[in-house]
C-alpha cells in the first residue's frame, strides 16, 4: 500500500512538472507580444498624430508606452505689482495662451 501511494506521488509530481515554463509563469507567447507591440505602435502613432511626443521601452519581455508630459508650477514672484483682480485677468490670459500653445482648449476655473 505504502509503494503504492508513492508510486501515484511520483506520478502526480512528473504530470504537474511537464507543463510549459510560459503557462506557468505567465510569460505570453511570441505571437502575443508581437500583437502587443502592433497594438501599442498604432497607439503611439495616434498620440504622435495629436501632437504628443511618445516613446516605447521594452525590457525583458515586457514592453511600455510612454508619453512625455510636463510640470508647470505657477510662483508669484516678490516684486508684483499688481492687485488681485488685475493678477487673476493676467493668469486667465496666461493659461489661455499656454491652452492654445498646446493645441486644445482650457477650462479654466474663473472663482
Do not use: W
Not at 509503494?3 to 505571437?31: H, M, N, W, Y
Not at 504622435?48 to 510662483?75: A, C, N, P, R, W
Amino acid at each position: 500500500m505504502k509503494k503504492t501511494i508513492a508510486l501515484l506521488g511520483l506520478f502526480l509530481t512528473i504530470i504537474s512538472c511537464e507543463q510549459p515554463v510560459e503557462k506557468i509563469r505567465g510569460i505570453p507567447s511570441d505571437s502575443r507580444v508581437e500583437a502587443e507591440k502592433i497594438k501599442l505602435k498604432k497607439r503611439s502613432q495616434q498620440l504622435q498624430e495629436m501632437g504628443h511626443q511618445t516613446f516605447i521601452y521594452e525590457e525583458g519581455d515586457s514592453i511600455y508606452l510612454m508619453q512625455q508630459y510636463y510640470i508647470v508650477f505657477l510662483k508669484m514672484g516678490d516684486n508684483s505689482s499688481q492687485d488681485s483682480t488685475e493678477a487673476a485677468e493676467l493668469q486667465k490670459q496666461h493659461l489661455s495662451h499656454l491652452s492654445r500653445m498646446a493645441g486644445h482648449k482650457a477650462i479654466l476655473d474663473t472663482k
